[in-house]
């Protein structure tokens, strides 16, 4: 069953390498896509970053939630991490 692998040599096994990765790395993306979000939608609901919007951010699906600073730190279910907020300064 293997023996049709065998012709692909040197470039088909970079080529199917590089496929795992970059499929890996769209859903990390992907991941953090989604803690983005929630971060996001958590602070359009209350107008500020607060307490309530982690508990918005919990229901709408995060895992994990922290207030940073001027930040709102998300984790998703996936394991995506975001902050939104205001920049460091």
């Known amino acids: 069953m293997i023996w049709f692998l065998l012709p692909i040599g040197l470039t088909g096994t970079i ?4 496929i795992g990765y970059l ?3 769209d859903t990390f993306r992907a991941n953090e ?3 983005e979000v929630i971060a996001l939608a958590a602070i359009s609901r209350t107008g500020a970053i607060s307490n309530g919007a982690c508990e918005i ?3 709408l ?3 994990e939630c ?9 984790t998703g279910q ?5 902050r939104a ?3 460091d300064q």
Do not use: E, M
């Open 85 to 87: 907020g205001w920049p």
């Open 15 to 18: 080529l199917l390498t590089l």
């Open 23 to 25: 499929h890996g790395v």
């Open 78 to 82: 996936g394991g995506g991490r975001a």
């Open 33 to 35: 896509h989604q803690a």
């Open 57 to 59: 951010a919990i229901q």
């Open 61 to 63: 699906g995060a895992v």
């Open 66 to 74: 922290y207030i940073d600073s001027q930040s709102l730190w998300v």
